[in-house]
């Protein structure tokens, strides 16, 4: 395999990341200038910046007419945040969770992802479901600012430390230039990392959209696996069940409608066939398994954590099964259907009902 394209990607996926931390470095720095108030920043400019990559990469391939890839990296990333970014999480300190993410935000992403599944199982994600997707992110976002408004000062203190303390970018000259730099590196990034897997792709025999749910979407998502971890290892349990939560309701209403609207000279984005048969519900099966495993105890344990972790091993080892027409495939997804799968779901559920018998929601 040419050794160029792996470097292509590689790059990419670094500039992306580079790219992404001066925009929400110069970005947050601006809007502390103009008086918003970090609590807003935070929820807005820090949250939306880390799937920047998942953004810069969706549009670049929709408008290189690599629709497969725009929406196995969708797909692909909001899986890989579930069962990567919060397992690996809890694994390294058990992930609690407030009452307003229970009431608010895991709601709505139940429900984006939904509408989501809804407007691709015709095979196409049009300019006009891009359009709605995109004024959803947009009313989504102005609700947040001002139910900002409603926080108390604990949250805005809590909001303010995701702020960059340095003092070298105080300049509103470095703060612009950061954040065009930011910018230039996002586009930079997501032409070489769209180029170099559409090289892998073709060089390996598989589909895009295999290189886009794999590879290409655990790169997109680097940012929130390490923002889930940081938060963890400094204490703040909490705000790594909120950071992929916005990030995976950004991704699937900003990243997927900007990549559907990119995409209307082709008439939208062409949603793979294994997309709508497979990938679509592995991401609706692991959005709605939050729902029991942070109800039970409100809180992601580590035996849970390593639950996640081992969900999405099987899910990478089916793709790669299926990539390769392997003769394992069909016993392998007998036994993960019809064995483990009921198995997993029935010892969560118990485990919900006794919690839910027991204790009393957190504040």
Do not use: C
Request: hydrophobic share 55%; charged share 10%; glycine share 10%.
């Amino acid at each position: 395999m040419n050794a160029t394209s792996w470097m292509l990607l590689i790059a990419g996926l670094v500039i992306l990341s580079v790219g992404a931390d001066l925009l929400v470095r110069g970005g947050a720095k601006l809007a502390v200038r103009f008086g918003i108030s970090p609590l807003v920043v935070g929820l807005t400019i820090i949250a939306y910046g880390t799937s920047a990559p998942e953004l810069a990469v969706s549009v670049g391939a929709a408008l290189k007419e690599s629709g497969a890839m725009a929406v196995g990296n969708i797909v692909g990333s909001n899986i890989v945040n579930i069962l990567i970014a919060l397992g690996l999480s809890a694994l390294i300190a058990p992930v609690t969770v407030h009452l307003q993410v229970i009431r608010q935000e895991l709601p709505v992403l139940l429900g984006t992802s939904v509408l989501f599944a809804v407007t691709a199982l015709d095979g196409t994600l049009s300019p006009l479901d891009g359009a709605l997707l995109t004024a959803l992110i947009i009313g989504y976002t102005i609700f947040l600012v001002r139910q900002s408004r409603l926080a108390d000062k604990a949250a805005e203190a809590e909001f303010a430390e995701e702020i960059p303390k340095s003092h070298w970018d105080d300049p509103l000259p470095v703060q612009i230039a950061l954040i065009v730099g930011g910018l230039a590196l996002l586009v930079w990034g997501s032409d070489l990392a769209v180029s170099g897997a559409v090289a892998i792709a073709k060089a390996l025999g598989v589909s895009e959209v295999v290189i886009g749910l794999t590879i290409v979407a655990v790169g997109t998502s680097l940012p929130e696996i390490a923002t889930s971890l940081m938060a963890v290892y400094k204490g703040e349990r909490d705000m790594a069940v909120g950071n992929v939560i916005g990030s995976n309701v950004f991704n699937l209403l900003a990243v997927g409608g900007a990549s559907a609207l990119a995409a209307t000279p082709h008439g939208g984005l062409a949603v793979p066939v294994s997309v709508t048969t497979t990938d679509l519900w592995v991401m609706l099966g692991a959005t709605l398994l939050l729902l029991p495993v942070v109800l039970s105890g409100y809180s992601v344990n580590r035996r849970e954590g390593a639950l996640l972790v081992a969900l999405y091993i099987a899910y990478l080892t089916h793709l790669v099964l299926d990539a390769l027409h392997h003769p394992a495939l069909a016993p392998f997804r007998t036994f993960a259907l019809g064995l483990a799968l009921p198995l997993i779901v029935a010892g969560v559920l118990l485990r919900y009902l006794i919690h839910a018998s027991r204790e009393t929601p957190p504040s």
